[in-house]
């Protein structure tokens, strides 16, 4: 467990005051560093100990086998799984004749640092050999978001009372032996030395090697290069083979003196370009790295950051360890996206091989809200790959015998990769959480170019997708069947209200973007008659009500099923536990569903639905999934529930800090980590954008004194500045002199000129605050 | 394709006129031979060529890996299969040095015939080798019915036209190579070389070889001796080693002369038994088989059938064609009950290798009612490896936190073998099904023993698991969630009826029994309580009901779903052309469902019921199962769709002889094979029993001039007989002078001094006969 007294609160960066073995995968994932191109996790520079070791690629992946042993037509047979390519960070030390290895000798100190603002993991350490020789280490690695191919890290050793002799090998390491990752022996067949050597070259102080992988047709290349300073005598030579170049540095230092190196790594791979294509275009890499030198990708990295921070950071007063979480989260979400350019952004990221490295909903749903306010051209990259994919995802429609495009639930490159498809294919939900981030891109940006680019094209097959899965029963009711919705614990239900809202918004939005753009849409075969058939099915959608109970079902019946027996069976997460067969016809939910679709679709519910539904639902959300407690922080918010909103925001935002999930290791959460900043802007800021106007309601939790947070709108950048009392809105600048805001449900204009200051409406819950079932009320953050 | 001029229509055989080698795994499967404990496929003498040999042994498995891309709690890991075990069907011929392969020379004659009343497959060829030599050679194959353990051969050659010299090569051979089983590596390599030998041992004329499983701890012994008859001289050695045995019989003939052959082969298995034990328990065998003698087996056999058809028999007049086919159902249904003894009755019997060889409800649903009318005690035997299982039933009722038993919905040893969860372990009806049969054989035979023994124990632990699987709604009704009826293109739904009244049979039965047999229920920790319980959910039962149609919707909301698209969607079966996640939220229908209910449940409907429920569900339903045509066929007739009905009898008796699924060469449809008789018996005799009374109402179809069956009911043998005007039932001998069946609805006294004859009930239909989907009209009998 991490805990405080290991990893101190701080606003601006996570430390680790001493090295904890047992606690290496998780510190791998909260210390890996990313452009959204390149991802290195937090190994240790020795390399070992450790517990994944990782380097990844976005979208570098392999093909390996979906075994059935029952089969059904539509099972894809094929998965797509990211894979450790060529480890750049090794950099081994041998002090006189010994390898630093932190399990052997003494560890007198060693720290590491995660900073927000320059965008680096820096690493202390003090060290005594076996034999008695003390070493100081400093090194400092980072992921250049300016120069999308290249990593660079500083590594310093100094000798403290006496001489010695130092080697440093800086390596290049493809294949590396990994844990065991399946019980499938075909599937670690396939992962165990994924890469096979294509090329390898070095010169006196560098090195590439190129290599490819079996089955998925990729090629990728690793390059290194070294600058080496040290008082006196040096003598560096370079070697390579097929999978490892080393780059060889011996020294003597006397106490005092310090060994530098800096190496500079360059990535690259492709599907299509050839071998010397690629040995060129990361050689160049490594060029334009050293032209700009380590200071110069400092400099580059910290100003990145500072344009960020600008736009995007959020101050939480009163409540340091939500501060700390909060822009952990935003640093995290930026590293996965910055620079992923048309490429998947992964649930995990670029920080582990959780969930195979495959993107989900989690892209569209969790981390472009964010994106879209704070970075909006890494959202439209991110929708472009969205968009690239189409292909694909027309090719699954025809295969199911659907017309339009059937987005994939999990995938690296474009083709499903879900293996059981009541919690795959069936949560067809995906596609209208796809369509609402283009329609929230466009409406919080105000950019049309995108959707004329590509995102109409989304939009109506999309569209058409919901018609052709959708059906008008024999009294013109339109129903979506075998349908799964967010939460997974029931499945394969009958008009389930979150899809079918969804749904109804994505023919809606569909139909009116063609409006928008005939000419496109006319080249899409999009008639009249589409698209009043798109609007009769949104108009005629059943959006199932138990009157009785004055609540929503989640799905047609559910609040006639079965209750979950909480008193016998609350060893959470219940699905390690507890089979589908029985969570399935139960009112048992493992993540926001109905109460997501308020989030979401808000206009559509009144406050006392509202009220009654997160009331109802509250009682029966295990949140066993990690897309849950952002969501249930933004509802108890919008219900009044202002503290257990600020728990929910708490859980979200520390999944990862405290391993709340206990699978940090495999990589973080990136939509939980996005969330924890909905919590605070959608929850405690009150922002709803789902009636086309930026729509604010703030209100404090007792437990944070003051929230201060930044977002784009239309090319407007605003803050917001809430206390417990009044709410202070700046616009900064933007387009315009003015902007039309809601704020608490009334218009509100603001101008350039001055900021605004408005009293917070007061939030006063209709009901009284929720049980949850039994161990599953979050933990409190509240310290009472 | 299988067709009459290969395959003359004959009443008391199937015979081959000619050798088609494309049809060996078909033939394989129609020749099989056995007698519930040993299955020999029907291949050639001489092994080759062949489509799958196949040797089997009741029960005697391996353990396979079930791989999932993508696991879930619950989900078994361990599949079982059956292995294809020692071959001691192998009779090798050398006609001077040319082995007798009818791929080579000349075949001027091939004959083989499969006599239902003889119980043997005998085989006649004339070869011309390609030496230009001809041999006459003759075998007669059988496995007894009258010794368990016991199979022979009678193998004759006789040299034609001129003086050869004859090698005869009888084998025992374990681990034959076996055609490629699955794209998993892993099950391949479970499955090729399955045995591992233990000993082996021979005399002049004999030997036994002993093999174990590798994962299952099953050990096996299957021994052969010889006797020769030829004039002359001759020669005969016999050698083994770990996978064979051989007797080799060199003699020379003149023409006309004859080298006979009779090889006595004797098979044994244990999970418990030592080495020791397991080898003098075939030796044992054998030489009582030798004691027989080639003749005696031979009588004995035809007795054993001679009393068989006395008591089964069901004679089909006008229609040669299903008179045949009932026989062969008969007798192969026979062959897979008879001598099985507290094993299982697998789908296949042991006549191949499809569905691994497990048994499902198909042997209580659609087995056990024929053999529980003619031969009880096979039913009860059945039954009671049933009951034999409830351990493991109870654990996996257990572990999905479910109270008493939940029988596996595939399993040769007990264990749920199942790995698709939604058409397995949901498909709960499967515990009905079972408790179904235990009143039935209660019922039908009027001996209460078995209950007392073991039946009910079996009630009411499934009695538990419904009342842990059902509950009570706010309104007081008593739901089913998230199961699956027999239809598996609609899963995992709300109160399926036929499930839901089946269920409430089972708690019914179940508290019954329990008033029969306090001491044995209190023993079961049954309280008054409890049986409150069961009867009262029973009586709150929900059974849907569309009152706009006036049809029961096949569970909640089905008649709503959306129609499937016939039009575009009509390649058969479509499960194999179309995803579930399609399949499943339509009005599509793989089997009977409704309508089996219909036909189990039969007193719960009105016939104006029941007339509309199968003119709604009969244009739903594509019968992609194998267990579909008989029930329709049953409730065709009952509502007045008599030719309908007659074409359904011929699809479920033709589907082996005609190989109407394409998957014949994998084994017989027992249950389809077994409902060919309940199709002439429930369907045109109107045999129904659910009400606990022997009920008939015989009606017969135009192209059925005479009908005439023998059932058993408390210990009376009756025979019905049937015509177009009137039917006469004759009660053969009982336990008393008098018997009150129902005839036509109405109360009839029946006594053993003289048959007793009543006019046909008119039967008219109430709506016009229904259409089936495009291309499911089933094969039209009709010669119209």
Redesign the interface.
Known sequence: MITEDIFPVEPWQVRETRLVLDLLGNTESLFALSNGHIGLRGNLDEGEPHSLPGTYLNSFYEVRP?????A????PEA?QTIVDVTNGKLIRLLVDDEPFDVRYGELLHHERILDFRAGTLRRTAHWRSPAGKQVRIRSTRLVSLAQRSVAAIEYVVEAVDRFVRVTVQSQLVANEDQPESSR???VSAVLNRPLVAVQHEHSDRGAILLHRTRSSGLMMAAAMEHEVEVPGRVEVTTGSSEDWATTTVICGLRPGQRLRLVKYLAYGWSSLRSRTALRDQAAAAISSARYTGWDGLLASQRSYLADFWDSADVEVEGDPECQQAVRFGLFHVLQASARAERRAIPAKGLTGTGYDGHAFWDTEGFVLPLLTYTLPHAAADALRWRASILDQARERAA????TGAAFPWRTIHGEEC?????AG??AWHVNADIAMAFERYRIVTGDESLERECGLEVLVETARLWASLG?H???GVW?L???TGPDEYT??V?DNVFTNLMAAHNLRIAADACERHPDVAGRLGVTEQEKAHWRKAAADVHIPYDEELGVHPQC??FT???EWDFDT?QTYPL????????L???QVIKQADLVLAMHWQSHYFTPEQKARNVDYYERRTTRDSSLSACTQAVMCADVGHLELAHDYTYEAAMIDLRDLHRNTRDGLHMASLAGAWTALVAGFGGLRDDTGVLALDPHLPRGITRLRFRLRWRDFRLTIDVNHADVTYTLRDGPHHSLTILHAGEELMLTTDAPKTMPVRPRRPLLPEPEQPPGRAPLRHRKE
């Open positions: 979906l075994p059935y042993a029952e059904g037509f539509g099972y998965g499938d022996p075909r295969l199911l015998d659907l879900s293996a059981y498809w009541p294919t069936a059906h029963d024999r009294h129903h069947d075998g349908v499945a394969v009958r047609e019946g006639t099923l079965r069976n699905l390690l536990h507890e089979p589908y067969v029985r399935y016809p139960t």
